[in-house]
């Protein structure tokens, strides 16, 4: 600190004792260490045994292999183009621009959950469907939802410790039934939302499924009232299940090749539906329903007519945050939502840079 | 007698920044670690990191219309020399780490959002492969920036605290009389 008090001889002060100079290098060093100790603090160095969304896809590799340049989870899909219709209903519970009357040009993608790219369709596989809507200024709404009623997790720490009992043992092909007792014991939610997904019987097509955003938002509307929100696009198509012709079909694509065919006789649709929750209503346990009578508005319609194989630039580069949002849909506090933000995010990094194999699904598969 | 003091523009800018900069890279550092505080970080790391941006160039520019003080007489050449360029290899930094972080952004294609709808156009096209050499980098540049205002940091404690020189003095928050 500046004082007028410093003695004469200018510029020179007196000189430091050796220990003192000691001391004061010590200092400056502790001083440092203390600032690199911080940062590696924050950058979870001290705590190797928390969640981090490294270590969360970390987990994804150790299930399922590395496969050069694909989603870590959702990797097998393909691409699809459309429009939404927003038929203005929305409105009322958002100031997002997509629930004004009008179109908006859609981006998607149609999925499998899990780490293998190449997996063989089965029924019973998540169907996921991811959608990006590109707002007239510029903003963006990006969603990921699954064709499963409620989420089996409610919070990240029980989808990684799943993920990690639910390896199949290197010689009986399956999970240890260990393993898996202890993370059914130590997560309670998962039991009683199985039994909710297992009630739900599964469609016989991606055209015919409905799919879910299961975490709770927060629509606010022009007037700033905030109300939770779940949304679900609700297939077009008639309820269907799946029949035996088709669960004995040799070919491994045969939902995405149904799916292929489909869009390409006709524009396949679902309606946007928004559930509104009230008060009491769990906004940050994605495990848990709400009540059937909740209020259901109809936002509008979502048109695909376009099927692509993932190339560069499409979907395939499309990171399916669901927390990019449009002013007018705010996150809730359900902790999955920031989790899903982040482990994405780690996803898309290390998978862009890798390079690119062939998708299951090629683009001579998708021609007509 | 009280070192000259670098003009209370550059004082200004020199604090204010150290402080951003320094919060910037703990954000940096503890949201790419967290998955309950993600969110939340990002949306704050983007609009700061736009901001560094813009004021880096007004501080360059403000730089050269300032007069500076002259180096204290306990700074040999060599020491000016090394002080000289690190003060611009740190402005380089300054300009060209949020440059790559929106660079980054642009070609992973993600929107740009700045504070609620506000949000800035893309600089580059999509494209993945530019996108993970660009992200790369952020992290690369990112311990430069680290290592750099800890040598910074380092010489002036060892100026201040062993040479007793009043180095820090020159560029204190607060005005020091000259006489």
Known sequence: MPSDATPSTENQPARLSVPSILARLAGIGVVILCLVGGFLYLGGWFTPHELTPARFVNGFEKVYGIHSGFRRNHAKGVCVRGFFDSNGQGARLSKAVVFRTGRVPVIGRFSFGGGNPYVGDTPDAIRGLGLMSRLRDGEEWRTAMINRPVFPFNTPQAFYDNLIASQPEPNTHKPDPAKMAAFVASYPEFARAAKIIQSHEVSSGFDNSTFNGLNAFRFVNAASVSTPVRWSMVAVNAFKPEDKPQSTNPDKNYLFNDFIARIHSAPLQWRLILTVGQPGDPTDDATIPWPEDREHVNAGTLTLDEVEAETPGNCRDINFDPLVLPVGIAPSDDPLLSARSAVYSQSFTRRAGEKKEASAITPSDVQK | ?179
């Open chain 2, 1 to 179: 007698m009280d070192p000259q003091q670098f003009p209370a523009s550059m004082r200004f800018f020199h604090w204010l920044m150290a402080a951003m900069v320094l919060t910037m890279l703990g954000i940096g550092v503890a949201m790419v670690a967290s998955l309950a505080d993600y969110h939340q970080l990002v949306s704050i790391h983007r609009p700061v990191g736009i901001l560094i941006l813009v004021l880096v160039v007004i501080r360059f520019v403000n730089r050269r219309l300032s007069t500076l003080p002259p180096f204290p007489a306990t700074m040999s050449s060599q020491e000016r020399f090394i002080a000289h360029v690190s003060e611009m290899l740190l402005y380089t930094l300054l300009f060209v780490q949020p440059l790559v972080g929106w660079g980054m952004l642009s070609a992973a294609r993600y929107p740009i959002v700045m504070y609620g709808p506000l949000h800035l156009f893309p600089i580059l096209p999509h494209s993945v492969m530019l996108y993970a050499a660009l992200r790369k980098a952020h992290t690369v540049l990112a311990y430069f920036l680290f290592l750099a205002f800890i040598a910074h940091f380092g010489a002036v404690l060892f100026h201040t605290l062993i040479l007793r020189d009043r180095l820090l003095t020159r560029m204190a928050p607060y005005r020091a009389i000259t006489r």
